[in-house]
């Protein structure tokens, strides 16, 4: 049981004894001023009510019948209109350190989720062309989500969904197939619509050299499948380079070519859920909180985009994630209503609200102060390759996570490169290194640190303590940053522990200082070690032991 929860425990007794219902939860937070104690609570004026007193009567109550040393309190104050803030033993306080050490990479996990199954889906780029940043932020947005929900008990898939059907892969064909003629001698305009990066010639070039009998790319079919496998291929080695690994590729076209799109129809058609009207089929999405109703056949007998996605998200269900995540851009916004409205008009006992979106704002990239739009061989888009040879995966990882998802982003390259405090991937990983020095300027094997007989009431300092509050913190900050679907949170957690550790490390030795105080030292530097290790990796993010 952890501090908190101990002093959640004979809050809650307390309470009890003044006639409080048994289920009483009480909620601790950290005050915002560290000189108002270690944690407050609202407990008092939650109850004035029910017990019909005044808060600050009710608070100067429980105070009363509080047992000090089982809630490991020091001393207690009653604020405001009632708010109590505690300040707990020094010894108490550090009653998290032991656990970190003896834990260590498995610190901060819990079984919240109890191994329920979850589908995370995100990237799902086109196959025309590489990666751009946006499919960037998304791929670190996502595989970040996924490694939250992890470590906080769910049994997590990451999904890739290809479109790989359509108008847009009709168009990468034609846009390879004039490259090819143009390698022919073959003067050929890429059509409207199409595809004009150096990496079009480049499929094109392989293109000839694996099918040197269609060198004039009179085969379209097999110019389209070339062209997708290809790119597969390119955004593969892009989201590898980036540490990102799904476990399910899954196609648009097989949606077709098993039936599941016309099982789809069919099935929303027979449970009257359908209307034909001028010479097109349409779905009743407004009984679904659609503003209006929505084209699923057109006239010319073409599904409408949002039809196999339905079909799609069908799949998820059967395939047992009763619980499934979208990562998309902003640019997606519209798809979520037409969806969940699909789903719903499909029955099969899909939720409502089935399946959660996490949508995110696009990148802009700046370079010595000017906006970088375009890439070398993508030409009208700056790709997360490019990103990743300037500054390195760290920081392009760390730089997508440090800002809520719906927000701008704007990736400043300069500041990404450089190795100042200002960069902020830099100053997180330097802090990390500096604990790592301790051990190594003192020829100590930092794994090897035990909190086994260590007093740690030493440590008093007010450096120590708001350190180690920061540090017994981190579980509770994974699993609402899990249940958010917010991996900001961890990257802010992350750099705020980082300035404690660094304001502790500037201003308290711990190797030349007496043994009750070096050995507390040592303990409380591995357990940053540890806990800033395990955050980083969670976002993806090595923590070096040298900078």
């Known amino acids: 049981m952890s501090t908190a929860d101990q002093l959640r425990a ?71 209109p009632g708010f109590i803030n505690f300040r707990l033993e020094t010894g108490t306080l550090a009653g998290v350190l032991p656990v970190i050490l003896k834990q260590d990479a498995a610190f901060g996990r819990s079984v919240v989720g109890a191994g329920k199954k979850v589908n995370v889906e995100f990237v799902s780029a086109n ?3 590489p990666l751009h940043v946006g499919h960037g932020r998304q791929a670190a947005l996502g ?11 769910w049994s997590v898939s990451r999904e890739f969904y290809y479109n790989d059907a359509g108008v847009q892969i009709a168009n990468l064909a034609l846009s390879t197939q004039a490259r090819v003629r143009d390698l022919a001698g073959e003067a050929t305009d890429v059509p409207e619509g199409g595809y004009h990066g150096e990496y079009i010639r480049e499929i094109a070039e392989r293109y000839v050299e694996t099918y040197p009998a269609d060198a004039h790319g009179d085969d379209l079919d097999q110019l389209r499948r070339f062209s997708v496998q290809e790119l597969r291929k390119e955004q593969d080695r892009d989201l590898q380079a980036f540490g990102v690994q ?25 449970g009257g859920k359908t209307y034909e009207k001028d010479g097109a089929l349409w779905l009743c999405t407004t009984a679904y909180g659609d503003d209006k109703d929505r084209v699923m056949r057109k006239s010319d007998g073409t599904f409408t985009y949002f039809v196999p996605d339905v079909a799609y998200h069908v799949t998820k269900w059967e395939r047992g994630f009763a619980r499934a995540i979208n990562v998309q851009g902003a640019d997606h916004h519209s798809t979520v209503t037409r969806v969940r409205a699909g789903l719903q008009a499909i029955g099969m006992g899909i939720p409502e609200g089935y399946p959660d979106y996490v949508l995110h704002q696009m990148v802009t990239v700046m370079k010595a102060g000017e906006e970088v739009k375009i890439s070398k061989r993508a030409g009208s888009y700056v790709t997360v390759r490019d990103l990743i040879d300037e500054v390195g995966r760290d920081a392009v990882r760390y730089f997508f996570l440090m800002r809520k998802g719906d927000s ?37 094997a930092a794994h090897e640190i035990s909190a086994d007989g260590v007093d740690l009431s030493v440590l008093g300092e007010p450096e120590e303590q708001e350190l180690v509050k920061a540090l017994a913190d981190y579980p509770a900050l994974l699993v609402n940053a899990a249940q958010a679907l917010e991996p900001h949170r961890l990257a802010g957690y992350l750099q705020e522990t980082a300035a404690k ?28 070690q540890v806990v800033l290790r395990n955050g980083l990796a969670i976002l993806g993010v090595d923590a070096p032991e040298r900078m």
């Open 246 to 270: 799904f476990q399910t590729y899954f196609l648009e076209s097989s949606l077709y070519e098993n039936g599941a799109v016309d099982r789809t129809v069919r099935a929303l058609v027979d």
């Open 10 to 80: 004979e809050l809650a007794r307390a309470a009890r004894a003044l006639g409080a219902p048994p289920d009483v939860a009480p909620i601790l937070e950290r005050p915002r001023d560290p000189a108002f104690g270690d944690w407050t609570s609202n407990i008092a004026m939650v109850l004035a009510r029910p017990l019909g007193r005044k808060p600050r009567d009710v608070a100067e109550s429980l105070v009363q019948s509080l047992d000090l040393a089982a809630g490991g309190i020091r001393s207690t104050e009653i604020a405001g």
């Open 143 to 153: 595989d970040a989500i996924s490694a939250l929900l992890e470590v906080t008990g």
């Open 127 to 129: 196959p025309t062309g």
């Open 408 to 444: 701008q982003l704007v990736f400043d390259v300069d500041l990404a490169r450089s190795q100042s405090e200002e960069n902020p991937i830099y100053y997180l990983q330097m802090q990390h290194a500096r604990m790592c020095g301790i051990f190594r300027n003192g020829g100590i």
């Open 501 to 528: 550790a660094s304001k502790w490390y500037h201003k308290h030795h711990v190797l030349d200082e007496p043994e009750p105080i070096f050995k507390a030292r040592l303990v409380l530097a591995r357990a940053t």
